[in-house]
């Protein structure tokens, strides 16, 4: 039901200040992440990769998302541009 806000959360707490968002996309069971930082943030883009992958759901029962893609990054010039999707894990009903 709040899934959408679970992500947003998510997202928040992990995200480097280092690291721009440009785009949150959340569409039923996926969401598509995109942003920017300089060219010499690799490691911090891994480190909010890696947070999303352990990122609990909101009742701390189990990980937030099923899958989370390994980034995808250009780096042009002193900027790099960073992307990456994570599904929901779906809730199983009673």
């Not at 969401?31 to 352990?54: C, H, I, M, N, P």
Request: proline letters at 4%; glycine letters at 8%.
């Amino acid at each position: 039901k709040y899934a959408s806000l679970d992500c947003w959360k998510a997202v928040a707490e992990n995200l480097s200040p280092g690291l721009t968002l440009d785009t949150f996309y959340f569409n039923r069971s996926r969401l598509d992440l995109s942003g920017t930082g300089s060219g010499d943030q690799s490691d911090e883009v891994y480190a909010f990769y890696d947070g999303l992958r352990k990122a609990q759901d909101a009742s701390h029962s189990g990980l937030l998302f099923s899958e989370v893609s390994p980034p995808s990054t250009t780096v042009q010039g002193n900027k790099m541009i960073w992307r990456f999707t994570c599904t929901l894990k779906r809730s199983e009903a009673p």
